[in-house]
Nanobody, 118 residues
């Protein structure tokens, strides 16, 4: 059974940092695009970031560019999202996802809550 399990969420003050991790199991994800979505209460799901199977290309939403960094370690089946300079508008449930294309539509985790508040 394929699983994506996120960790690292929590509460932080504006300007703070969090590091989200996603561990994949049940198959190898080399060859897959992996990334993150988020969904805030009352809002639609939003793409955050994605990374190609070889780590050679990354994409970021304009809203997080320059503040978030995505990376992956295929040896550990892990994708990480380093989030710096967090803002209240970054508050959301963050979901790890994977797919054969940039749509990341094949596998998704259960999500981890990130709250940015003073």
């Amino acid at each position: 059974q394929v699983q994506l399990v996120e960790s690292g969420g929590g509460s932080v003050r504006p300007g703070g940092s969090l590091r989200l991790s996603c561990v994949a199991s049940g198959r190898t994800f080399s060859g897959y695009v992996m990334g993150w979505f988020r969904q805030a209460p009352g809002k639609e799901r939003e793409f955050v970031s994605a990374i190609r199977w070889d780590g050679g290309r990354t994409y970021y939403a304009d809203s997080v560019k320059g503040r978030f960094t995505i990376s992956r370690d295929d040896a550990k089946n892990t994708v990480t999202l380093q989030m710096n300079s967090l803002k209240p508008e970054d508050t959301a449930v963050y979901y790890c996802a994977a797919g054969l294309t940039w749509s990341l539509n094949e596998y998704r985790g259960q999500g981890t809550q990130v709250t940015v508040s003073s």
